[in-house]
């Protein structure tokens, strides 16, 4: 079994990830997490560069439409 952590987040964000869950295909609040920070990070390990894009600053403005940031 992998190990896991608890993190903390603010009471607004936890609000709006609990919204977004019930929306969504996801059993639980850590898939959906796990899928989110996943997504992250295989854009930003394949931007390359600022020519790549600028899918950080397209990926941030989406999570912030969705309520992410």
Request: no cysteine; charged share 30%; glycine share 8%.
């Amino acid at each position: 079994m992998d190990k896991q952590i608890t993190i903390r987040i603010p009471q607004p964000l936890a609000e709006n990830l609990e919204k977004e869950l019930k929306q969504s295909p996801f059993a639980n609040l850590d898939e959906l997490l796990t899928v989110i920070i996943q997504y992250y990070f295989e854009h930003k390990n394949s931007d390359s560069g600022p020519q790549g894009g600028g899918s950080d600053e397209a990926l941030r403005k989406r999570l912030e439409g969705l309520g992410y940031l």
